[in-house]
């Protein structure tokens, strides 16, 4: 269980396509997961995810701990059963949910009306963000929590410290996860389950150095990389990543965390990742934002014959627009001949089929682009 | 075109199954036709109506009018094409849309911050709910909006008194639906749209049936029953019903507006009732209720071997319900396995698919119910 065979490698970048084996199934990499955040991928069934082309999806223990619990879920005969997704899931730790309540990320994001979280070495005092009740987690409790939720892949509980941290405040951050990780393998009892530990470091390089060589050490089966995706500039990102994958092993899956854009999927996949997350495709379909290939756009794509361009169907140039958002797209909404006009109308009548619509299609995007991705990879082309 | 072929008569009853051919091909009746207000079945897209069972949808004059407009739609190809619906399609006449903006009609929902409408022999002004803007609608202007939209089956632009009106507000209201009819008659264009006339007369045996003998008279192809579903009492409804069909055509399909619950589909079958449309699988979906067949049931459906009970599932106690709603049923959620205790945390999350769930096994419900009482009709138990 949890193999992870490279079937193809490029010979001019560390990008490969690989079969990673799961209890639930096997995953062809790069792979792209949509988020799931209360069990549900925003508005589509798991048949829709199927059709759409999702091999994994991954949910949020925060928000599945808060509400409906995990004692729930497990009675129920865990995650896979509950949601009715007999795919892989992935849980992540519900550490970046906790340390998004945090003081200094509450500050950046203008929020004054939540509590902050308190860390400590035991874990983290919280608040619900559902009703304020007073929450504490550590490692051992997201391990416990996973466990009862049942998804194949799960997360160490890791310190996830803001975007432009002191070098310091990452330091401590990158130490506490490392002790998080070990005190999290030594409760960890199913083995149906791979344990997925999280390299921080911010944007320093001596940081990442040390953090991507001590998890290396644990030999977990696969590494992840935390504490990329919020508010750091693009070059930095990439620079980052580049400096992880130098380091975590080529014989296990790297994934990396809360990315992306689709120009960042590639720039990634060819600096050697495999897995992504990211909230986007669903969270911009919700303002009415769709993904559309585009040949003259701006927007490149690394490895694949196509840019891109963002389209918000909101504007006012869309209301009499009655061509489909991409002849060639193979969603629900673009093969279904339905136009950006009723599209648009759809969401100005906040009909959720409108939301579905868009969700739908921007699934379709990313999938396929890894799916393209692939090809680039084994034709040698990124 | 609109030919109505009776395929098989209830000895017993007034029930009956039919053909009724439309430009976008037949309908098999007893019919349920979802409401798609804005130009959808909330968060419906047209191949889940298929997949549930959908023959024809109706769409609101009132609303499309409003947004996105007729003239789009009609640039767009029409609402079939706009949609991405090519089955039959009805469309309402706005008539009971304005009428509910109507000053009695306001001050029996408690309404203030709503200007009234004002009915004139002409037409009925009245203020837009989007933005307050005053409008003027005419029989006239209806049926150029409905030919725009072009439906398969349009409906003549009727007055639709509030329940517990006086005799003689119905009265007026008859005559006026009455001149109405024959106004709409006078402009009507495409031969390709069937337009079907109201019978109006609330709870008043004569009126009834002045107003039926009179619609009867035009010869249409269709009549409907219209002014029954709005706060009356349920005999005094299948009372008007078995008047009308006392009198309306057996040789021409009838259309009940507005109905409704599962025991009053099938106590309207049973008079000679043929085709239906109602708003509450889709709306008490989004209030968290469902429909489910109970053998126990205190509610029993004429013609069918089961009874049904309407069930919240936002009550507490269905929070650790593992069980699926109905093993028998073949909706998304049962058919999928998700259980009530999944289906409750969705709409708490207030996350659209589990709306979007419950809307399907309700309208599967409702096509599965008429479907049976189409093999009751045949078999004869009806």
């Known amino acids: 269980m949890f193999e992870y065979k490279i079937n193809s490698k490029s010979k001019k970048s560390k990008a490969r396509v690989g079969f990673f084996n799961t209890p ?30 999702a091999e994994i999806i991954l949910a949020n223990t925060y928000h599945l701990h808060l509400r409906p619990g995990e004692n729930l879920i497990k009675k129920a005969g865990g995650l ?9 899931v992935l849980t992540d730790s519900g550490g970046f949910q906790v340390f998004s309540l945090s003081e200094p990320a509450l500050k ?31 490692p051992e409790d997201s391990i416990k929590i996973q466990e009862s939720l049942g998804a194949d892949i799960i997360m160490a509980f890791d310190y996830c410290p803001p975007a432009n941290s002191s070098k310091l405040k990452v330091q401590e951050a990158v130490s506490t996860t490392h002790r998080w990780l070990a005190r999290s393998l030594k409760v960890k009892k199913r083995s149906d389950q791979l344990l997925v530990p999280i390299c921080q470091g911010g944007v320093y390089r001596d940081l990442r150095f040390f953090s991507a060589e001590t998890i290396k050490s644990f030999n977990l089966g696969a590494n992840a990389i935390g504490g990329v995706s919020v508010g750091e500039k693009k070059e930095k990102i990439y620079q980052a990543v580049e400096w992880c994958t130098d380091i975590l092993p080529e014989g296990s899956p790297r994934y990396l965390m809360g990315i992306g854009y689709p120009e960042d999927i590639a720039e990634a996949v060819e600096r050697g990742i495999d ?21 003259s756009s701006v ?4 490895g ?8 918000n169907l909101l504007k006012s140039k869309f209301k009499g627009d009655l061509d489909i958002i991409d002849e060639a797209c193979r969603c629900k909404a673009c093969r279904g001949g339905l136009c950006k006009s009723y599209l648009r109308h759809l969401l100005l009548e906040r009909e959720p089929l409108g ?4 969700t739908f299609h921007n699934l379709v995007f990313v999938f396929d682009l890894v799916s393209d991705l692939r090809e680039s990879i ?5």
């Open 108 to 138: 950046r994001r203008g929020v004054k009306t939540v509590k902050p979280a308190r860390i400590s070495e035991k874990g983290v005092e919280f608040y619900s963000h559902l009703d304020g009740s007073r929450r504490f987690m550590t």
């Open 355 to 358: 939301i579905h619509l868009l």
């Open 275 to 295: 897995m992504f997350d990211c909230v986007l495709p669903t969270r911009l379909a919700r303002h009415g934002v769709v993904w559309k290939k585009s040949k």
């Open 378 to 382: 084994k034709s040698g082309t990124l």
């Open 80 to 88: 896979h059963k509950f949601i009715g997704w007999n795919k892989p």
């Open 299 to 302: 927007k490149k794509i690394k």
């Open 304 to 311: 694949a014959d196509y840019g891109y361009e963002q389209v």
């Open 24 to 53: 639930h199934g096997d995953i062809i990499t790069p792979v792209f997961m949509p988020v799931g955040t209360v069990g549900a991928v925003k508005t589509m069934s798991p048949a829709d995810l199927e059709t759409a082309g």
